[in-house]
């Protein structure tokens, strides 16, 4: 049984920084793209960020380009999300997820696992 863990959310003020954290466990992590979606109150689930299993190629969502890192850590299991210069509009319960397979994709159906998310609160 794979198993997403997400912590680190919490509330921030606008230009502040957060790093999620998302720990998974049950199968060889390294065999996993992994990805970071998000869903505020009243719209759909939205691409954040995605990472090959070797960290070699990422991709990101255009708005937040150049302000959010995805990054992982094989030995540990672990992806994480550096978010910074955080706006009111990143608010959002953040999920973690893991796709078998070396593709990076960017459409939530494109994943097999999920955790359970974190909220990120950003205020003005």
């Known amino acids: 049984q794979v198993q997403l863990v997400e912590s680190g959310g919490g509330l921030v003020h606008a230009g502040g920084s957060l790093r999620l954290s998302c720990a998974v466990s049950?199968?060889?992590?390294?065999?996993?793209?992994m990805g970071w979606f998000r869903q505020a109150p009243g719209k759909e689930r939205e691409f954040v960020a995605a990472s090959s299993w070797g960290g070699g190629t990422t991709n990101y969502a255009d708005s937040v380009k150049g302000r959010f890192t995805i990054s992982r850590d094989n030995a540990k299991n672990t992806v994480y999300l550096q978010m910074n210069s955080l706006k009111p509009e990143d608010a959002a319960v953040y999920y973690c997820?893991?796709?078998?397979?070396?593709?990076?994709?960017?459409?939530?159906?494109?994943?097999?696992?999920w955790g359970q998310g974190t909220q990120v609160t950003v205020t003005s």
């Open positions: 049950g199968r060889t992590f390294s065999s996993y793209t």
């Open positions: 997820a893991a796709r078998l397979g070396r593709t990076v994709v960017v459409v939530s159906v494109g994943y097999d696992y």
